[in-house]
């Protein structure tokens, strides 16, 4: 990659185990995919792979020949040692923006597609005191072809929720409808007073996989001290650090384009909600609550966020 500063961090962790049955194959297509896109429309991409608590029996990532290169994307693997039994996801991630040199960081994970808007969106990028969020949509087929793959989409992570589209409606249908019928609900709740206010809250902002694409200039991410990294696990800390920035007077914008989320099988069951996911959803209703009851919020940073005088090793490619 030429030598300048790069416009865009994209920082994702992970290692080199099963999560998802397929982990280096969703990882390895995400590179590709998104290292030719970065290319294609000239955008200086800095990519942050975190391999945090790599598993001694496995190799590590930095000996993989997976990593694309090219004149616009350049890749930098910080290994971070400790634990095989303890993988976090936010702390890792932490250490990945704490370091990266890009304009705006992309917090994301390892088998996500950005379409071909959202490298001409990151081109135009002049706004340094928001953050973007995007729509996810669960495909089901990875081939070349960007329209071929969201008609398999079986998943929409919108503002709002996550809904499941029918077998009996195409993609192509049932997206503008979804996309149509989301500010009436909105607006109907808000007229009759249904579900409480942090409710109605989560659902005035794009909460829902913010894991997936939280974007915004580097200041910010600074400002806000990164992501909560004491949780008891991952599960809606994404969604207290947009709380924390909306608390803290940061706009949030949703994008008018969707991204794309290679499917797998999850770490967390939405569905069958273990004990530490049902407190992690308490806690995210309690901290609005006190937003909108107090106008304040609790600090929920962490210290030295990121571990910035550690010393990690690190591999450019």
């Given at each position: 990659m030429t030598t300048s500063k790069p416009k865009l961090s994209i920082v994702l962790c992970g290692r080199n185990d099963t999560y998802g049955d397929d982990f280096?194959?969703?990882?390895?297509?995400?590179?590709?995919?998104?290292?030719?896109?970065?290319?294609?429309?000239?955008?200086?991409?800095?990519?942050?792979?975190?391999?945090?608590?790599?598993?001694?029996?496995?190799?590590?990532?930095?000996?993989?020949?997976?990593?694309p290169r090219n004149p616009f994307w350049s890749t930098r693997i910080?290994?971070?040692?400790?634990?095989?039994?303890?993988?976090?996801?936010?702390?890792?991630?932490?250490?990945?923006?704490?370091?990266?040199?890009?304009?705006?960081?992309?917090?994301?994970?390892?088998?996500?597609?950005?379409?071909?808007?959202?490298?001409?969106?990151?081109?135009?990028?002049?706004?340094?005191?928001a953050i973007y969020r995007a729509d996810r949509l669960n495909i089901h087929r990875r081939t070349?072809?960007?329209?071929?793959?969201?008609?398999?989409?079986s998943e929409y992570c919108v503002?709002?929720?996550?809904?499941?589209?029918?077998?009996?409606?195409?993609?192509?249908?049932?997206?503008?409808?979804?996309?149509?019928?989301?500010?009436?609900?909105?607006l109907l709740y808000k007229t009759l007073k249904l579900r409480t206010a942090s409710e109605r809250f989560l659902l005035n902002h794009h909460f829902v996989a913010a894991g997936d694409f939280t974007l915004a200039h580097q200041s910010v991410w600074h400002a806000l001290?990164?992501?909560?990294?004491?949780?008891?696990?991952?599960?809606?800390?994404d969604s207290l650090f947009l709380l924390k920035a909306i608390g803290s007077g940061y706009e949030v914008k949703n994008v008018?384009?969707?991204?794309?989320?290679?499917?797998?099988?999850?770490?967390?069951?939405?569905?069958?909600?273990?004990?530490?996911?049902?407190?992690?959803?308490?806690?995210?209703?309690?901290?609005?609550?006190?937003?909108?009851?107090q106008n304040a919020l609790n600090p929920l940073s962490t210290p030295n966020w990121g571990n910035p005088k550690e010393n990690y090793a690190t591999t450019d490619l």
């Open positions: 280096l194959n969703r990882l390895e297509t995400s590179l590709a995919w998104n290292a030719q896109k970065a290319e294609q429309h000239k955008v200086t991409t800095e990519l942050i792979m975190v391999e945090y608590h790599p598993l001694p029996d496995k190799e590590n990532l930095t000996s993989l020949s997976i990593w910080i290994t971070v040692p400790g634990d095989a039994n303890e993988f976090r996801e936010f702390p890792a991630k932490n250490i990945g923006i704490r370091r990266a040199t890009g304009d705006y960081i992309l917090a994301s994970n390892a088998d996500m597609l950005f379409p071909d808007a959202f490298f001409q969106f990151a081109n135009s990028l002049s706004d340094e005191s070349n072809a960007e329209d071929e793959m969201l008609t398999t989409t503002q709002g929720g996550m809904y499941h589209r029918p077998a009996w409606i195409s993609h192509e249908l049932y997206y503008p409808l979804l996309k149509a019928y989301l500010p009436l609900r909105r001290d990164g992501y909560w990294e004491d949780s008891i696990i991952s599960t809606h800390v008018d384009f969707p991204t794309m989320h290679q499917h797998h099988d999850r770490r967390h069951d939405f569905s069958n909600q273990s004990p530490e996911m049902k407190l992690m959803w308490t806690i995210l209703h309690r901290e609005i609550e006190q937003y909108l009851n």
